[in-house]
């Protein structure tokens, strides 16, 4: 069966600085307000100020709407610093995997390194799943680090998705049409 | 439900306009006069209300819709249906855009899926805008509004193909399900 883990752990194991002397909280706390919540304009600002997306482009918002509603539970639009966190662990996590298939530094890789760094992350796809995902990433055959980030979300939240609704564990799911329509275009 | 309803394209509103008075208006936007228009000469023909230009993504969909023969635009029959498809989504828009400002907000948005047959959630109009508008304003223009209900309908037609005895539900394995929505979204 396909279902991948997410690679990089959860956040919060033992041996954790406390929130505030952790160096991402003070990025985030810079840019979220009293209510400790950052929008997807926020967000931007803080990966750019943090230097999460390293020497790689900085992320557009269409990237950053994204990674809000992935982990966005209460679909309110925002997320809080324990999701920030896990999104960061998250992103140094693609980050890695896109860089060791970006041996040229161009910033890009092509359709066939994306389809091996998919491989790579634990997702066990078909062909025609593959194909699908490349047509919708590549421009001209290559994918920035952006769009590379944008898939993997995509591939997580669906994938998240999928398992709440497959609760016999059998690689099947069933969707109702409304419900359909709803998880896939928050995707 | 939208999904029972023979929603496809716009309702018909308009009688069928004249063939000169449209032959006039496709050799205006055909500026290189080559018989077809391309993307951009529809994209610079259209007006999305903002002074910015015209959704590319949406002109995409657009020709791609009415180009019977994959040239990557439109020729002058093609055109009829063109003029026909954004006319009645003018229709539609002025309809919905109940306070005229020229934009449809989220309660705008919401009456106007509900008349389409969608049953969405309230809190879900909130994730539509965001993902749909790109002025950035928390409302749609004409152009993006297309652009959702396109891709709402795209979706409700992969949804369709799965799910044979018509009941609003299908059952998928997890590859099917990564394709259907990476093809459409």
């Known amino acids: ?187 | 439900m939208a999904y029972h309803s023979p929603y496809r394209a716009p309702p018909q509103i308009n009688a069928p306009p004249d063939q000169s008075f449209l032959w006039n208006i496709f050799q205006r936007v055909d500026k290189d006069r080559s018989g077809v228009i391309s993307d951009s000469e529809l994209q610079q023909a259209l007006s999305n209300g903002t002074w910015t230009p015209f959704n590319p993504v949406t002109v995409r969909s657009i020709i791609s819709m009415f180009d019977r023969e994959n040239k990557g635009g439109v020729n002058f029959n093609e055109f009829a249906g063109v003029w026909k498809y954004i006319t009645d989504w003018q229709n539609i828009f002025r309809t919905y855009d109940r306070d005229n400002s020229g934009f449809i907000d989220r309660n705008e948005l919401k009456q106007a899926l509900t008349g389409f047959g969608y049953r969405l959630s309230d809190q879900f109009y909130g994730t539509l805008i965001e993902k749909f508008d790109r002025q950035r304003k928390g409302q749609v223009a004409f152009d993006d509004f297309i652009q959702c209900c396109i891709v709402l309908q795209r979706l409700t037609d992969v949804f369709r193909r799965y799910d044979t005895d018509q009941d609003g539900w299908i059952q998928v394995s997890y590859e099917q399900y990564l394709s259907m929505v990476f093809n459409v979204v």
Request: proline residues 5%.
């Open chain 1, 1 to 187: 069966m396909a279902y991948p883990g997410y690679g990089a752990p959860g956040g919060g194991f033992p041996g954790m600085p406390p929130q505030q002397q952790d160096p991402l909280y003070g990025f985030f706390s810079q840019v979220a307000g009293q209510d400790g919540q950052i929008s997807a304009d926020e967000l931007q600002r803080c990966l750019t100020q943090s230097g999460m997306s390293g020497s790689y482009q900085p992320f557009s918002m269409e990237s950053c709407r994204l990674m809000i509603n992935m982990l966005d539970r209460d679909m309110s639009g925002t997320m809080g610093f324990a999701e920030f966190k896990d999104l960061c662990q998250a992103l140094n996590g693609w980050k890695a995997t896109f860089s060791s298939f970006d041996r040229d530094h161009s910033g890009t890789v092509e359709g066939h390194e994306l389809q091996q760094a998919i491989t790579t992350m634990g997702y066990n796809l078909s062909p025609q799943a593959m194909n699908c995902i490349m047509k919708r990433y590549s421009n001209h055959g290559k994918i920035p680090f952006d769009e590379f980030v944008s898939c993997c979300v995509r591939l997580r939240a669906l994938t998240d998705q999928f398992r709440r609704r497959d609760t016999a564990h059998s690689g099947n799911a069933s969707f109702q049409y409304d419900d359909f329509i709803q998880v896939t275009m928050s995707v």
